[in-house]
């Protein structure tokens, strides 16, 4: 499986949980009535776009981390 399919999935996943699911339960759990539109699908959407985002930093602070520390151990040498 090519590495951009994988990473599409982890992002679609991460927009489901928080741009379906949490405003899903958020619009039956809201002691006030909340109308689908537009509440309930603005949420929805500045949710899911703020978590795709905050995975994205997260993936890019790892491989960022992962390529400082390969050049740390190359800059050391071998012991």
Known sequence: MPQSLTEMRVYARAFL????????????????????????????LAFGVATVLIVSKYRMDRAMNRRLWKALKTLVGPN
């Not at 958020?26 to 006030?32: C, D, G, K, N, Q």
């Open 17 to 44: 949980i928080a741009g379906v699911i949490i405003p899903i339960v958020l619009h039956v759990i809201a002691p006030a009535s909340m109308p689908w539109w537009p509440d309930t699908v603005s949420i929805g």
